[in-house]
């Protein structure tokens, strides 16, 4: 166990955190999603795991030390349901909270088509498959940077 860092967060994935870069792609992906697969096409090259959390457990953990893109409108985004893109099911809206939460104000995230997220996916940095099982519970996040000392 480290201070200041969220239990939740596994050696695997702070490493994997804190070498992705300003812009990279990090995928925060359901049980369903084909996580190993694309994880093999990823700049990691292999699948990191948050077994035993929701979504929304997961995104606010790695949100505790990510920094989100401030730069882009495409900070964030999640898989849209198909045929109903405008909805947006609890487990999107648990993840927006953990989103708006970090952020310290509302940061909606945009809509990802379902095809058009497994090709997103497939450019990402890593995967991070979790333990949630509801559907649509995949999410891409852009990094940002963290400020120097004024």
Do not use: W
Not at 51 to 59: F, M, S, V, Y
Not at 64 to 90: K, N
């Amino acid at each position: 166990m480290l201070k200041g860092i969220d239990h939740r967060l596994n050696a695997d994935v702070l490493g994997c955190l804190r070498a992705m870069g300003h812009g990279d792609i990090l995928i925060i992906s359901d049980t369903n999603f084909p996580a190993d697969s694309i994880a093999r096409q990823t700049t990691l090259g292999r699948l990191l795991r948050m077994d035993n959390l929701t979504a929304g457990q997961a995104a606010q953990a790695v949100l505790s030390v990510f920094p989100l893109d401030t730069f882009v409108d495409d900070f964030a985004g999640r898989m849209e349901i198909v045929g109903d893109p405008a909805t947006v099911p609890p487990v999107q809206s648990e993840v927006q909270a953990a989103i708006d939460d970090a952020e310290g104000k509302p940061r909606p995230m945009t809509s990802i088509e379902r095809f058009a997220f497994y090709e997103v996916a497939k450019t990402a940095y890593a995967v991070i498959q979790t333990g949630e099982r509801r559907f649509y519970g995949c999410f891409m996040f852009r990094k940002g940077v963290i400020a120097p000392d004024a």
